[in-house]
């Protein structure tokens, strides 16, 4: 942990990470529409193709991102398995006098939902955790939904809100293993004994940890209040958002690869989803 | 024999990832038994991160930590490979035989948390109890130690660390900071661990709290024989209390040794950024301004010592007068 695990960003100077935050966003809500229209074979290999060149241009190593997978491969097995024994159709693979039934479709849609789960992570994790920062990420929404203030949603709170959250994930991490570590030195035993008591060897963390929140969002409040924040109204932006040339290439990209993956439904090779 | 020896120890913070950091690199340390030792350095020179590895809390990623000759993480890693020749384990499944070699390998390291202890830096944040008389007894406590025996280690600790007997049936969130602090200094004296390591145990006190702290923990060393470890970066507190001194700089250990050998390094000293002691400075001013004075000197103690010599011997010199 140690303070650097800041949500999944993993810094580097591709051109994906120097992309306006906004757009990134954007690609991401189109990006994942694309894998749900997708449902031919030859989209899903366009899908696929996108997703490793994505990789390649983020040039964060595919280690890490397959990492991120691990987690869901159980529901990944899960679905396949169920669309393998529960998808019916009309090329049976194995012998009618058996109970199992797996059909030619069974296995083809256990493919494209395999596919379509890992590429909609891979896909929104680039655009989004692995290359933005959240603080990045937080603007961007408080800009894309920046219309909703006209019926009255008070859109900066909320992005105040997030930023600061967010702002504080390492530092209560970090409090957190700092306090851990004081009360493990003196002698609390954190893994031993029946549920009941390792729930109360917690005790010793959660008050302290509590306690430093509850003063550090005084403060916070404090600090604020002492530089005049009043909310969104009239503030100005030390980092004001900009879309360049590389932005709207972005997005000229990212529609015309929808309208592709839109247009590669209808291709019959190999297999089309019903 | 040293009480403590670090043998070539590195440590590096995340490694393999892009944020990969080394805090201590091939560090060498000896510390002997029943002596103050400070631990001087900048922010950021692997203080901290030294006395993490002392009590097992943290594995050195190479390298070694003695205490009384024996390594603290190898006695652990020992049972996990040799688990399948040890009586203890003969019959039980592989399953139920790591499970009991994980308990045991706890346990070991609780009891070495005993033998050392350390306090961290802030340590008023680890308070958690209804009364200070609780936190204090929470170490003793998790030592499975009898009641009294309990109340007689609290009280103690209390005397040690000058925590007043009215306070300990306070909630320990009513205590100001320096009280708080000497409140956190007693749980782990509680505990009466025979070394005593400590990570800036006077940082944000006014002079008074400082004293206090300091003065408590000598006077546990005193008492007890202990072994103490003290880390900061105040010159003038490793002057007035530490008889040997580490010095550390970008992960690594620069100088070490008895107090006088190493100060009289000054230069090198102040070379590091290192501010040596301000009586130690003004001293060494009047030196240069012809007095023949002594400029071996670093407590306010030993300057008035020295100061009274040059008095009485009636000598005179320089045009400052």
């Known amino acids: 942990m140690k303070g650097v695990s800041f949500g999944q960003y993993y810094p580097s100077d591709s051109i994906l990470h120097k992309l306006d935050p906004r757009t990134k966003v954007i690609m991401a809500v189109f990006y994942i529409v ?152 003196r002698g609390s035993d954190l893994s031993s ?82 | 024999m040293d009480k403590i020896v670090l043998d070539h120890v590195s440590y590096i913070y995340g490694a393999g990832t892009p944020f990969e950091r080394c805090a201590l690199d091939d560090v060498s340390v000896n510390v002997r038994g029943g002596c103050i030792t400070g631990i001087i350095g900048h922010t950021g020179s692997g203080k901290s991160t030294m006395v993490q590895l002392l009590n097992g809390l943290a594995k050195p990623t190479s390298g070694k930590v003695l205490l009384d000759g024996y390594d603290i993480n190898s006695t652990l890693d020992e049972l996990l490979v040799a688990w399948k020749d040890r009586e203890e384990y003969a019959g039980l499944s592989r399953r139920a035989a790591k499970k009991a070699i994980r308990a045991e390998m706890e346990g070991r390291r609780r009891r070495l948390c005993f033998r050392v202890g350390l306090v961290m830096q802030y ?33 103690e600790a209390a005397l040690f660390t000058g925590v007043d007997p009215s306070w300990l049936d306070k909630s320990p969130f009513d205590l100001s900071g320096g009280e708080k602090r000497r409140v956190a200094l007693a749980g782990v004296i509680a505990m009466r661990p025979e070394v005593l390591v400590l990570d800036e145990p006077a940082a944000g006190l006014d002079p008074r709290g400082r004293s206090f702290i300091f003065e408590g923990i000598r006077n546990y060393q005193r008492t007890t024989g202990s072994t103490v470890l003290i880390v900061s970066h105040s010159m003038e507190d490793m002057a007035r209390y530490c008889d040997d001194v580490i010095v550390m700089a970008n992960a690594k250990v620069v100088m070490q040794g008895a107090r006088r050998e190493v100060f009289a390094h000054v230069d090198e000293l102040s070379e590091m950024g290192l501010s040596i002691p301000q009586i130690t400075t003004l001293m060494r001013r009047l030196r240069a301004r012809g007095l023949d004075i002594s400029d071996n000197v670093y407590t306010v103690e030993e300057a008035m010592e020295a100061v009274k010599r040059y008095v009485a011997e009636g000598r005179t010199g320089g045009e400052l007068v």
């Open chain 1, 34 to 185: 694309c894998t749900f229209v997708c449902k031919s074979a030859a989209g899903f290999l366009a899908l696929t193709l996108s997703a490793l060149a994505l990789v390649f241009i983020s040039r964060i190593p595919l280690r890490t991102i397959l990492r991120s997978i691990r987690p869901l491969l159980f529901i990944i097995a899960f679905t396949s398995l169920m669309n393998i024994f529960f998808t019916q159709g009309e090329r049976r693979l194995t012998p009618e006098s058996w109970v199992i039934s797996i059909y030619v479709e069974g296995l083809w849609s256990a493919l494209f939902m395999t596919l379509r789960i890992m590429i909609l992570i891979v896909g929104t994790s680039l655009f989004l955790t692995y290359t933005t920062t959240p603080i990045a990420l937080t603007d961007a929404l408080e800009n894309l939904l920046g219309p909703l203030k006209k019926i009255r949603v008070p859109v900066h709170d909320f992005a105040m809100m997030m930023t600061i959250a967010l702002r504080f994930i390492p530092t209560l991490s970090d409090e957190t293993e700092k306090i851990m570590n004081a009360q493990k030195a």
């Open chain 2, 123 to 155: 340590p008023e944040y680890q308070l958690f109890e209804e009364t200070v008389f609780k936190d204090i007894a929470y170490g003793p406590r998790n030592m499975g130690l009898e009641d009294v025996e309990i109340e007689a280690r609290v009280r």
């Open chain 1, 193 to 274: 004994g029946s549920l009941l008591k390792k729930a109360k060897a917690l005790v010793p963390i959660l008050i302290p940890l509590f306690v430093s929140a509850i003063n550090r969002a005084f403060e916070l409040a404090a600090a604020m209040e002492c530089r005049c924040y009043h909310g969104g109204e009239g503030r100005t932006r030390l980092k004001v958002l900009r879309y360049r040339t590389r932005d709207w290439v972005a997005m000229l990209t990212i529609l015309v690869f929808f309208a592709g993956i839109f247009a590669l439904r209808y291709v019959p090779w190999l297999y089309i989803m019903g």
